[in-house]
């Protein structure tokens, strides 16, 4: 069964930085590429990320292209987020997903950014 | 870049069939696959249809996904509306840079 746990999320204070885990079991986590998505409270799913299955590509939104970035360990199953300059419009719920087209989904941990 | 646009909201009855469409701004809707999730109230999205048409393991046929090039959108077809049907459906695509983009979701609500 493929299991995609994130972590991570807490208060912080504007301007602050987070760092978000995902640990992956059930699959080949080194043959699958990898997304973030976030949903900000009542509100559409927004694409924040994508890394290749080797790490070697990433891509991001424009919306925090300069702040975000994206890594992965295949010898632990893990990805991760490095969030920066955190505003309050960054708070929201952050889904990691597996595949090329997120073909299975997290639960979730929670952003808030508040002072 | 393009947009996905979709109805905010569609409600149709238990037993009946409803489609939800998805269109793109710009460019050609079959330039890259168009994906379809569902996201139950307080639970994570999960997908319905994925590669335009494809029906991943364990979604029940009632769900179909098309799409029409005259029109640039894709389509979700819901068919004998159950109760638990009601969710978020999302369409979702990406563009020739790779990155993703989902549309703004249609609250299904089945009456």
């Known amino acids: 069964e493929v299991q995609l746990v994130e972590s991570g999320g807490m208060v912080v204070r504007p301007g602050g930085s987070l760092r978000l885990s995902c640990v992956a079991s059930?699959?080949?986590?080194?043959?699958?590429?990898m997304h973030w998505v976030r949903q900000a409270p009542g509100k559409g799913l927004e694409w924040i990320s994508l890394i290749s299955w080797e790490g070697a590509n990433t891509y991001y939104a424009d919306s925090v292209k300069g702040r975000f970035t994206v890594s992965r360990d295949n010898s632990k199953n893990s990805l991760y987020l490095q969030i920066n300059g955190l505003t309050a419009d960054d708070s929201g719920l952050y889904y990691c997903a597996s595949g090329t087209h997120l073909d299975f989904w997290g639960h979730g941990t929670p952003v808030t950014v508040s002072s | 870049n393009f947009l996905l646009i979709q109805p905010h909201s569609v409600s149709e009855s238990p037993g009946k069939t409803v489609t939800i469409s998805c269109t793109r701004s710009s460019g050609n809707i079959a330039s890259s696959y168009v994906q379809w999730f569902q996201q139950r109230p307080g639970s994570s999205p999960t997908t319905v249809i994925s590669?335009?048409?494809?029906?991943p393991s364990g979604v029940p046929d009632r769900f179909s996904g098309s799409i029409d090039i005259s029109s640039n959108s894709a389509s979700l077809t819901i068919s004998g509306l159950r109760p638990e049907d009601e969710a978020d459906y999302y369409c979702?695509?990406?563009?020739?840079?790779?990155?993703?983009?989902f549309g703004g979701g249609t609250k299904l609500t089945v009456l």
């Open positions: 590669e335009d048409t494809r029906r």
């Open positions: 059930g699959f080949s986590f080194p043959d699958h590429d």
């Open positions: 979702q695509s990406y563009d020739r840079t790779n990155q993703r983009l």
